[in-house]
């Protein structure tokens, strides 16, 4: 079936530390999007990309990095820069034909510092 | 700029009890608009959509909305409701120029009492 799969589920993070989610899908979708997840907050859009090599930042890139080299594929880093990193991370993907069909979600990373 | 606010982050309902949760929204243009459920530690999945065709969206697991363009809102609806039922939902607005800008909602976590 397809889908999308984040991994880890956990991570813990040193300070200091970058780490990278993964984050892949067999949709054949051509956007993917990286959002962070707090409690009470909703959802804030990290980053987003369209096409392969090339991507664009969201509300709360600060602290953050991404690569889409492969279409099926788009990790995001956090850097040490990023100085709040405990949060529910979900990477999204969507068709992109001129109308807005919704997003498809992976199943979240859990990142907490330690 | 488009927004989305959501009356009540907590609304609790009997089994078997009509499920309201409302969701008002702003945007300068035409809207497509979603519901989202996410159920603990996982992703978020699609319910439903508007996207200008008929007002009245049905969606999955028995939910459905009405888009009201005089008052701005696309409130989420369930006859009975049913203990799975129990999670946390968002709205969503994104504008028809711009769809990868798409704008969660706070979320309303909705409990099912027996």
């Known amino acids: 079936d397809g889908g999308i799969t984040q991994s880890p589920k956990y991570l813990f993070r040193k300070e200091g530390q970058n780490v990278t989610l993964s984050c892949e899908q067999n949709l054949n979708h051509d956007a993917m999007y990286w959002y962070r997840q707090d409690p009470g907050q909703g959802l804030r859009l990290i980053y987003y990309s369209q096409i392969v090599n090339d991507f664009q930042k969201g509300d709360i890139a600060e602290g953050y990095s991404v690569s889409r080299e492969k279409k099926e594929s788009f990790p995001l880093t956090v850097t040490s820069a990023q100085k709040n990193p405990t949060a529910f991370y979900l990477c999204a993907s969507s068709i992109r034909t001129g109308q807005n069909y919704g997003y498809t979600f992976g199943s979240g990373t859990r990142l907490t510092v330690v | 700029a488009q927004s989305v606010t959501q009356l009540g982050s907590h609304v609790s309902v009997s089994e078997g009890a009509l499920v309201l949760l409302r969701c008002n929204y702003s945007?300068?243009?035409?809207?497509?608009l979603f519901w989202y459920v996410q159920y603990p530690n996982q992703g978020l999945q699609l319910l439903l959509k508007y996207t200008s065709a008929a007002t009245l969206v049905k969606g999955i697991n028995g939910f459905e909305a009405e888009f009201k363009k005089s008052e701005t809102s696309f409130h989420l609806t369930k006859p009975s409701a049913h203990m799975s039922d129990a999670a946390e939902y968002f709205c969503?607005?994104?504008?028809?120029?711009?769809?990868?800008?798409?704008?969660f909602g706070p979320g309303t976590s909705l409990s099912v009492i027996p």
């Open positions: 945007s300068s243009v035409p809207p497509y």
């Open positions: 969503a607005v994104s504008e028809k120029t711009s769809y990868d800008k798409v704008i």
